[in-house]
């Protein structure tokens, strides 16, 4: 464990996680402890935090269910910030984000709902401005990896907010053995869409019901020519519109991923040695094009719901540290408006290797 994280009066930092007991949520106590910070633990689940809360050590254990506003005010008393990792966030998002806000105290969460990812940004903005405090929603591998790699291509564009004509982020995974969690969320998306799909064209949200395409991608070698699911909507079609003026994201994701996800005997992720990691690999791929030229950014690395866990405490450690663009930034804001998007894919070293336009 590294040097405890303090305050100006020496006091711990605590950061909370909401849905502590959950795969991804785990992952993220873990790294807070890493980094020297004390995780607040909480969740609806009582019994399982006191049971892992004896495994973690210097934990706070406080539950809440998402609809006891007072026990989430409780669970974020003396919190620098909140880490929101509980699934489906179109049921806990709202409730989190609201007792953060109550608590003047960053929000970040792991959001790979599309619509809830939306919402927070339709719905929040305003709240988050005037509580004078910042609300980082998708902070993890879908939809803040990518709009951070989006932005560090792009780099520093002269004249004004970032443009660019199309942006495409192809997921290279080896295979997604999906947590409840990620099952949970897709079927509360497919409801939402009444079985629809969805795609970011023409500067918004379509939904449609054009076949299922496949196309191949050209990743970066080792991994080569693949062949990928064209319009396999991701979080990034919330998070890079939301600071950089483009008309289409498209996002694609390899063929046998895609297949694993949609099985339903495919197995949850398992640790693959004491790391606590799966033996899942992944590549991002990014290409933007921009006033005429294609510019490219791409990360590797292993186990998507492990990668989410510094992504998300980087994001609070920085904000906590005043390591933003803007000095004290308040409302919706996605990582690549937020952050210095090359530095803080670098800091990721050795979770992440990433490959950046010179
Ligand atoms: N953007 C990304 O790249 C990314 C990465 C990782 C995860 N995620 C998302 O994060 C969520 C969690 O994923 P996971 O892998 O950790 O799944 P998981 O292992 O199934 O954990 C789900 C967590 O959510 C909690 N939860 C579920 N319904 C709840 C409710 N109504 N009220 C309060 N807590 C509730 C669970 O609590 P109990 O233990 O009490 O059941 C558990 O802590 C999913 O939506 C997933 O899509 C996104």
Do not use: C
């Not at 995974?173 to 969320?185: E, F």
């Amino acid at each position: 464990m590294s040097t405890s994280q303090a305050g100006p009066d020496n006091a711990p930092v605590q950061v909370a996680v909401y849905g502590a007991t959950g795969h991804t949520g785990r992952f993220v106590v873990a790294e807070l402890l890493r980094r020297g910070f004390t995780p607040i633990v909480s969740g609806r689940d009582a019994a399982r935090l006191e049971a892992l809360a004896k495994e973690w050590g210097e934990v706070v254990v406080r539950p809440a269910t998402v609809d006891d506003p007072a026990a989430l005010d409780r669970a974020l008393e003396g919190a620098a910030a909140v880490i929101n990792a509980a699934g489906p966030f179109a049921v806990t998002a709202g409730p989190v984000v609201e007792a953060a806000l109550r608590a003047a105290i960053p929000y970040v969460d792991v959001a790979a709902e599309i619509e809830a990812n939306a919402a927070m940004f339709a719905g929040y903005g305003e709240a988050a401005r005037k509580a004078g405090t910042p609300v980082v929603p998708a902070m993890a591998f879908y939809g803040g990896l990518g709009d951070l790699l989006v932005t560090a291509a792009l780099g520093d564009q002269a004249g004004g907010p970032a443009a660019a004509d199309v942006v495409h982020v192809a997921y290279g995974l080896s295979g997604w053995h999906p947590t409840a969690g990620t099952r949970t969320a897709g079927q509360v998306s497919h409801q939402r869409r009444s079985g629809r799909r969805v795609r970011f064209a023409n500067g918004a949200l379509e939904y449609h019901d054009d076949q299922v395409r496949e196309q191949d991608w050209l990743f970066p070698e080792p991994l080569g020519r693949r062949r990928v699911i064209a319009e396999f909507t991701m979080a990034d079609v919330v998070t890079v519109p939301s600071h950089v003026a483009v008309p289409e994201v498209r996002t694609y994701m390899t063929v046998e991923a895609a297949r694993d996800l949609a099985a339903s005997d495919t197995p949850p992720p398992e640790a693959a040695d004491a790391s606590g990691l799966s033996d899942q690999t992944f590549v991002v791929d990014v290409v933007v094009s921009a006033g005429g030229a294609e510019r490219r950014a791409t990360a590797r690395g292993r186990d998507i719901y492990a990668i989410s866990a510094p992504l998300a405490v980087e994001a609070v450690q920085r904000l906590l540290d005043g390591r933003t663009r803007e000095a004290a930034p308040a409302g919706v804001i996605s990582a690549g408006a937020l952050f210095d998007a090359a530095d803080f894919l670098a800091s990721l070293a050795p979770h992440l290797t990433v490959d950046l336009p010179a």
